[in-house]
């Protein structure tokens, strides 16, 4: 009896693993309009007709690649965060959301320069990151739920500290040098805690 890595099921993920690769690749240093399914189905040694069959389109090929490169980051939530006492997890999601920016800058990058290049990419883009940033989002307003505040307040909280780290995630991709990144991390956590009342406003 084949194994599940050998049977149907197993080459069946081996190859859409390939044209995945593949297609990161190609699409990270070409770019979305000048990546051919052709180019793709020869980087990954299948056919053309086998990337279609896996992803019916070279859209959704492309949105696919982009929720397999944000998986890691949901990962990395759900399997060392959510068992935390909710006032370190709070705080360590903001490292997970900053360490996932300085391991994937130059990927995350690219997304910046497509979506200001190509509305129909931007079109593409907004599922997997609009996805990405609505469950982090409900993973703050939770953790914060959990610290005792009110449903709404957590809700108006968490959209304000999420818009900071996005802020913070363009200026470390459109920002050449470090000398304020330290600056934006600590100013972050700051109103956080002034936030959760363990600061006086300055």
């Known amino acids: 009896m084949p194994s599940r890595e050998t049977g149907p099921e197993g080459r069946k993920a081996q190859t859409q693993a390939r044209i995945l690769e593949a297609a990161a690749q190609l699409f990270m240093t070409r770019g979305y309009e000048r990546t051919s ?11 053309r ?3 279609f069959w896996h992803f019916g389109s070279k859209a959704g090929l492309f949105e696919e690649s982009c929720r397999r490169l944000l998986g890691p980051f949901f990962e990395m939530i759900r399997s060392s965060l959510m068992h935390l ?3 370190k997890r709070l705080f360590d999601l903001f490292e997970v959301y900053e360490s996932f920016v300085a391991t994937y800058r ?18 593409m883009l907004q599922g997997p990151l609009f996805e990405m940033h609505d469950e982090f989002m409900r993973d703050i307003r939770d953790t914060l739920v959990e610290l005792g505040m009110a449903r709404p307040a957590a809700e108006k909280l968490a959209a304000s500290l999420i818009a900071m780290l996005d802020g913070n995630l363009l200026l470390e991709v459109l920002e050449k040098g470090e000398a304020n990144r330290e600056l934006r991390r600590a100013g972050l956590r700051q109103v956080a805690r002034q936030m959760l009342g363990e600061l006086p406003p300055e």
Do not use: Y
């Open 37 to 47: 399914i052709r180019t793709i189905a020869a980087r990954a040694r299948v056919s």
């Open 49 to 51: 007709a086998a990337v």
């Open 85 to 87: 006492p909710p006032r």
């Open 106 to 123: 130059s990927s995350i990058a690219s997304f910046v320069r497509w979506a200001l290049e190509s509305p129909q990419v931007w079109t």
